[in-house]
T-cell receptor
Framework: KAGVTQTPRYLIKTRGQQVTLSCSPISGHRSVSWYQQTPGQGLQFLFEYFSETQRNKGNFPGRFSGRQFSNSRSEMNVSTLELGDSALYLC?????????????FGEGSRLTVL | SQQGEEDPQALSIQEGENATMNCSYKTSINNLQWYRQNSGRGLVHLILIRSNEREKHSGRLRVTLDTSKKSSSLLITASRAADTASYFCATDDYGGSQGNLIFGKGTKLSVKP
């Protein structure tokens, strides 16, 4: 069974640009959660999607958005990038909504904003 | 938001020694989980312990949970160089508004051969 796949693995953007990250969950998993990891703040919850609906959202500005498709694949978008958005963005899938059970993480997308 | 806090922040030991990491949290929980992260990679689930359990084993891992003290510990026995990684505890927020896992800042474990 293939694991969680995130693309791209690395990307460099400049301030003001926007970025879209993609996540393909484990087959059969309908919940996808996104986390931002930085050295200073650690792992912070962005949002969770289940059956194409956003079920939960963390404390991030509206520049951070996401969506989920009918095949459970998810994308997150960050608009008007700021230097502080440089981080490792991790996607995790789960078979259950609420993502409070075991999460299966992808390898992450490392975003550098210059 | 409430968060688990791991202790120590960093731990360096020799191969073959045991490593103990602690986690404290603030609110009632349904379960507590431990994850491992190799440098710059994704997190890997290690073990989940429910609030009505006190101890759980998985291979060389032993996890304890004390809900009265709101704390948990992860013991890795007979450590190996391959155990070098960051270890995170994660809790849900039972009864709270957040339906997601909340991670601590992690313990960075270095096992020297």
């Amino acid at each position: 069974k293939a694991g969680v796949t995130q693309t791209p693995r690395y990307l460099i953007k400049t301030r003001g640009q926007q970025v879209t990250l993609s996540c393909s969950p484990i087959s059969g998993h309908r919940s996808v959660s996104w986390y931002q990891q930085t050295p200073g703040q650690g792992l912070q919850f962005l949002f969770e999607y289940f059956s194409e609906t956003q079920r939960n959202k963390g404390n991030f500005p509206g520049r951070f958005s996401g969506r989920q498709f009918s095949n459970s694949r998810s994308e997150m978008n960050v608009s008007t990038l700021e230097l502080g958005d440089s981080a490792l963005y991790l996607c995790a899938s789960s078979s259950r909504q609420g993502s409070t059970g075991e999460l299966f993480f992808g390898e992450g997308s490392r975003l550098t904003v210059l | 938001s409430q968060q688990g806090e791991e202790d120590p922040q960093a731990l360096s030991i020799q191969e073959g020694e045991n490593a103990t990491m602690n986690c404290s949290y603030k609110t009632s929980i349904n379960n507590l989980q431990w994850y491992r992260q190799n440098s710059g990679r994704g997190l890997v689930h290690l073990i989940l312990i429910r609030s009505n359990e006190r101890e759980k084993h998985s291979g060389r891992l032993r996890v304890t949970l004390d809900t009265s003290k709101k704390s948990s510990s992860l013991l890795i026995t007979a450590s190996r160089a391959a155990d070098t990684a960051s270890y995170f505890c994660a809790t849900d927020d039972y009864g709270g508004s957040q339906g997601n896992l909340i991670f601590g800042k992690g313990t960075k474990l270095s096992v020297k051969p």
